[in-house]
C-alpha cells in the first residue's frame, strides 16, 4: 500500500531519483507510525479525560485528523520540509495540549517532545531542526514557570494512566528513534550507492563521448584527404560531407550533454516529430565511409509509411541511437558481408530491425550490454577498439522516449551463419 501511493507522489512529481522514492516512502512509514501513536493517545484521553475535561479528547480528535491529513499535504507541496513540518507541529500541538492537563512539564507526554527535531533532521533542514529545538524549548521553560506560578490547570490524568504512558511513552519512543536510525543508515548507504553511480555514469559519459565522435571523425580524416586544395580540386560532395561531419560532432556532444543534464533531473529529452524518409536519409548519408573501409554493403527495407512520423529527441535519434546500433553493426561485421536494416510498423510503434554477418554476441551478454556498470566491451571484427558504453546510453534515451530495445544473437534467432539481431521500437 505504501509504495503505491509513493508511486502515485513520484508520477504527481514528474520526478523518479531514486533518493526521492526513498525518501517518499520513509515519510509514508513515519507517518504511519506517528498517526497510530497520536490516535492511540486520543484513545487514552477519551479514556482518562471522558466526563471530566473534554478539551483534551476534542482538540486531540481535531489535530490527529490534520496529523492523518499528511499526505495529501505532500502531494499538494511536494515538499518533503513541508510536510515534515506539518506531522511535527500537528504531533507537537497535541502532546503540548495533554501536557497542560496532566502536569505540565512533568507529564509523561513531555519526553515526545525530545522526537520532534529527529523529524526534521530526516525530512526537513538545519533551519527547520534549530527552529524545533528552539521551540521545544520554550514550550518546556513556558510550562515549568507557569506550574511554579499556578497557573496550568490541574493534573486530571488518573494515576493508572500515568504509569501506563510513561511505559508506552518510552517504548514507543524507543521504536521510532530505532526505526529512523535505521532509516538513515538505509538512507545514507543509498546516497553513497547513489554517488558512486553518479561518479562511475560521469566517467561513463566521457567514454560514450569519445566512442560516439569516432564515426564522424573517421568521415571527416578521409574526406579531409580528398581535397586537394593545391589542385583546386574541392569536391562539393567531400565539402558537404565535411561539413556534416562537424556538425555531428557538435550534435553528438551536445546530446550527451542534454542527456547528462537530463540524467540529474534538470531537463527532460524532446518529444519532436520526426518523418521516416528523414531517418532513412540520415542511414544512407551517415555510414558509406564506414561501410567502404570494410567493403561492407546494406540493404535498406522500409515496408513503412515514409511519411509517418516517429515520436522522440532528434538529435537522440540520429546521433545516438541510430549512429550507435549502426556502428556497431559496422564495428562487429566481417568484411565483405551485408548489413540487412528492416523497417516496418506494428502495434504504434516504428520497428527497426539490424541484421548483421558478424561475430554474434555472447547469449550471456544479450541483457548486459545495456547496463553502464557491467563491462562487456569487446573488439570488432578487425580489431576495432570500443569502450562498450554506446549502448547503455541508447537504452536509456530509448526507454525516456517510451520505446524499446532488444539484442539478440541469430544463430539462435534464425539459424543464420553468424550475426547479430538489435530490435529498436520507437513509437509513432
Known amino acids: 500500500m505504501l509504495t503505491k501511493i509513493a508511486k502515485k507522489f513520484i508520477h504527481q512529481s514528474h520526478l523518479t531519483d531514486q533518493t ?155 521504536v521510532l528513534v530505532a526505526l529512523f536510525t535505521i532509516l538513515a543508515i538505509r538512507f545514507n548507504n543509498s546516497k553513497n550507492k547513489e554517488l558512486s553511480e553518479s561518479k562511475e555514469l560521469t566517467e561513463n559519459l566521457v567514454r560514450i563521448l569519445c566512442h560516439d565522435i569516432n564515426n564522424p571523425l573517421t568521415t571527416m580524416k578521409i574526406s579531409a584527404s580528398l581535397l586537394n586544395p593545391e589542385k583546386g580540386e574541392l569536391n562539393p560532395k567531400v565539402l558537404a560531407r565535411l561539413n556534416r561531419s562537424i556538425q555531428d560532432v557538435q550534435n553528438i556532444i551536445q546530446s550527451v550533454h542534454m542527456w547528462n543534464v537530463h ?94 554477418q558478424g561475430m554474434g554476441i555472447d547469449p550471456d551478454h544479450t541483457e548486459k550490454v545495456f547496463s553502464p556498470y557491467i563491462p562487456t566491451s569487446k573488439n570488432g571484427t578487425n580489431n576495432e577498439k570500443g569502450t562498450g558504453f554506446g549502448l547503455p546510453i541508447v537504452a536509456t534515451i530509448v526507454q525516456k522516449m517510451g520505446g524499446k530495445i532488444s539484442i539478440h544473437n541469430r544463430r539462435i534467432e534464425d539459424n543464420a551463419e553468424s550475426g547479430t539481431l538489435v530490435k529498436l521500437l520507437l513509437p509513432l
Open 263 to 356: 540524467k540529474d533531473g534538470k531537463i527532460t529529452l524532446k518529444n519532436e516529430q520526426i518523418p521516416v524518409a528523414e531517418l532513412l536519409e540520415h542511414i544512407h548519408n551517415s555510414f558509406p565511409e564506414r561501410l567502404q573501409q570494410k567493403s561492407i554493403t546494406y540493404q535498406v527495407n522500409c515496408q513503412a509509411n515514409e511519411n509517418a512520423m516517429i515520436i522522440g529527441d532528434r538529435t537522440a535519434v540520429f546521433y545516438q541511437i541510430i549512429n550507435n546500433l549502426l556502428s556497431n553493426a559496422i564495428k562487429f561485421s566481417y568484411e565483405n558481408s551485408q548489413i540487412m536494416i528492416d523497417l516496418f510498423e506494428q502495434d504504434n510503434f516504428l520497428v527497426f530491425e539490424i541484421r548483421d
Open 20 to 174: 526521492f522514492i526513498y525518501k517518499t516512502r520513509a515519510l509514508l512509514i513515519l507517518w504511519a507510525a506517528t498517526t497510530t501513536v497520536m490516535w492511540l493517545y486520543v484513545f487514552y484521553c477519551y479514556k482518562a479525560f471522558h466526563g471530566t475535561n473534554q478539551t483534551v479528547v476534542i482538540g486531540g480528535t481535531i489535530f490527529s485528523i490534520l496529523h492523518t491529513l499528511s499526505p495529501l499535504i505532500f502531494l499538494l507541496t511536494q515538499s518533503f520540509s513541508v510536510t515534515g513540518l506539518w506531522i511535527s507541529l500537528t504531533g507537537l500541538s497535541f502532546q503540548t495540549l495533554f501536557c497542560l492537563y496532566s502536569g505540565g512539564a512533568h507529564s509523561p507526554s513531555t519526553i515526545w517532545l525530545s522526537f520532534h527535531p529527529v523529524i526534521l533532521a530526516f525530512f526537513g533542514n538545519i533551519p527547520l531542526i534549530i527552529f524545533s529545538v528552539i521551540l521545544n524549548t520554550f514550550i518546556i521553560i513556558t510550562m515549568v514557570i507557569l506550574g511554579q506560578y499556578g497557573f496550568l490547570p490541574p493534573n486530571i490524568l488518573p494515576s493508572l494512566f500515568r504509569d501506563g504512558m510513561i511505559v508506552t511513552s518510552y517504548i514507543g519512543l524507543d
